[in-house]
């Protein structure tokens, strides 16, 4: 059981409020200075009782706030019990992810959220007698769902823009619903995607392989396994033959050599093809250097010319004695190169005479394609084969990933079917409510296994249902149906929030307030908080309402008595 006592802040930043057993309003309120009664803080406050109990600080309204009109160092205080456990914590923006709990008194610091949050679910859930259960976060998520979630389904809980994936374990567990089968079944799911995503990535690979569709490829296996034994027996024949293994050697000592050759003589033409660079004449003309230096002086030109002609000369002796030990180099290089050409000749020659046999059908064949044809064919069948093989070992284990949750769905369908009775009291409240506020019983509750991704099917139909107004309604029947119906109050946390959930047509919202006035005696052993406004509320239709508005609210918000005192733009 969890019980709010008081919210406030050290030091002040807000007037603390304090909650109290059964009922309890937080009231919007026109005021002098506006006829408007939202934005005044009601849903603030709720972040901020939220934000105590260890929500995740990106997905709270507070990270919203500026500093400027909210101190990050500020610590928002939250005095509650857990069963018969007085605990306070104490969280600020500045410190989100280390928060302080005091516990009876005792003062426990946590290095991380996830810590914190660990630690509140083994005080909640104690003493339930269960192995599994939901997270003491995922659990408050239904019983103070978030107002953007728009009040659109009874069990998605969370702002509709974050697309949070629906979570059953809260509901299971209030209905005594195995939540380990549960979630074994959706771990089955997540393997099955993983394998059948694997799967047909095999598939492509083996396509983009054949060029062929997968049964076909099968196909292609059989016929590669035929060549390959094929060109084996043509090998096989040749292997028992002594000629044949005296003309593999010499064919392999020929290859040897001629590599040894080519490389050789790929060396020496890049040694050629270097010195040709060296080859051409590079002098400057002498006479256009005299004749330029002339027009800057006279006379300078000629005596220029005659030091520049003593040395171009000097460096003409030094290029002819360079250029005779270059040709003499190029000459022995092309002789080699020659001698090298024609020994290449000569192996090419012996090796196509050795290579060249003849078959008993009288057609030539060349051992080294053959060699390279069954290497080919081979690698072929082997990558062929492997990724078949892969395909179907993934095939397999889907098929028996299957099976295990088909068995498992089938076990927890036969859980669902041993709380016949829960369910069935639980759709009785759902009549009951039905009846008093929509005056008919034409409404229905099925709660069923499937075989989908959702697992489950809770299905709840109420009179006209549809539209935006009445699904809000329809959350409002299923969440106080949880607090009202004995089997399921038993395991419950005992409270609930319901912030600005009251978006209905003025009728609808006087027998809903009328029905919580009637259940008040039965709400004392719970809590419950309700954002509320007054203008929904006309004074001729209050003269119908039997829920006394003054004695369960706790604070009244207006725009000049704001829930932080002050008006201020969020981030």
Do not use: W
């Amino acid at each position: 059981m969890i019980r709010l006592n008081k919210l406030y802040s050290e030091p002040f930043a807000f007037e603390s409020i304090e909650f109290k057993p059964g009922i309890n309003i937080i009231l919007g309120e026109r005021d002098e200075t506006s006829n408007k009664t939202n934005g005044v803080g009601k849903t603030l406050l709720v972040e901020f009782i939220n934000f105590a109990l260890m929500k995740e600080f990106k997905r709270s309204r507070l990270a919203k706030i500026p500093a400027k009109d909210f101190s990050h160092d500020i610590e928002v205080c939250l005095d509650f019990h857990i069963d018969d456990k007085h605990i306070v914590t104490k969280r600020s923006i500045n410190e989100e992810n280390t928060p302080t709990i005091y516990v009876d008194g005792i003062r426990k610091i946590f290095s991380s959220i996830e810590d914190a949050t660990k630690f509140l679910s083994l005080l909640l859930f104690k003493n339930d007698g269960v192995s599994v259960h939901p997270s003491f976060r995922s659990m408050l998520g239904l019983l103070i769902r978030d107002e953007r979630s728009e009040f659109k389904s009874i069990v998605d809980c969370y702002d509709t823009k974050l697309k949070i994936p629906t979570d059953y374990a809260p509901h299971l567990y209030l209905f005594g619903i195995s939540i380990k089968l549960y979630r074994e079944i959706k771990k089955a799911q997540q393997v099955i995607q993983e394998l059948s995503t694997a799967k047909n990535k095999i598939k492509d690979d083996i396509e983009s392989i054949t060029g062929k569709k997968l049964a076909n490829a099968r196909a292609e296996i059989n016929d590669l396994d035929f060549q390959v034994k094929k060109i084996k027996q043509e090998m096989d024949m040749l292997e028992g033959d002594k000629t044949f293994d005296m003309i593999r050697d010499e064919v392999s000592s020929y290859e040897e050599q001629l590599d040894i050759l080519r490389d050789k003589r790929a060396i020496i033409k890049s040694e050629v093809n270097k010195i040709n660079l060296l080859s051409g004449d590079n002098y400057i003309d002498d006479k256009e250097v005299i004749e330029l230096y002339n027009k800057l002086k006279p006379s300078l030109g000629d005596n220029i010319g005659k030091e520049l002609s003593e040395v171009i000369r000097f460096k003409r002796k030094i290029d002819e004695f360079q250029k005779n030990l270059i040709d003499s180099r190029k000459e022995t290089l092309t002789q080699e190169i020659y001698s090298l050409d024609e020994s290449i000749s000569v192996l090419l020659t012996n090796l196509h005479s050795k290579t060249a046999i003849l078959k008993q059908s009288g057609q030539l064949r060349n051992i080294k394609i053959l060699f390279i044809a069954y290497e080919k064919k081979l690698e072929e069948l082997s990558q062929l084969s492997t990724f078949i093989k892969k395909y179907d070992d993934y095939e397999s284990k889907i098929k028996a990933k299957k099976a295990e949750k088909s068995a498992k769905t089938l076990e927890l369908d036969l859980s669902v079917s041993n709380k016949k009775n829960v369910i069935t009291e639980f759709q009785e409240t759902i009549f009951s409510i039905h009846e008093y506020v929509m005056e008919n019983r034409k409404c229905s509750f099925d709660l069923s296994v499937n075989d989908k991704k959702e697992v489950f099917n809770f299905d709840l139909r109420i009179f006209d249902d549809g539209s935006h107004s009445n699904e809000r309604e329809k959350v409002f029947f299923y969440d106080i149906a949880l607090l009202l119906t004995h089997d399921i109050f038993v395991r419950h946390p005992k409270i609930l929030v319901h912030d600005n959930i009251f978006d209905v047509d003025t009728d609808t919202l006087i027998k809903s307030l009328n029905y919580l006035s009637e259940k008040s005696s039965c709400l004392e052993d719970a809590q419950y908080i309700l954002t509320l406004n007054s203008d929904k509320i006309s004074e001729i239709d209050k003269g119908l309402l039997n829920l006394d508005i003054d004695i369960y609210k706790r604070v009244t918000l207006t725009k000049k008595n704001r829930f932080l005192s002050r008006h201020y733009q969020e981030k």
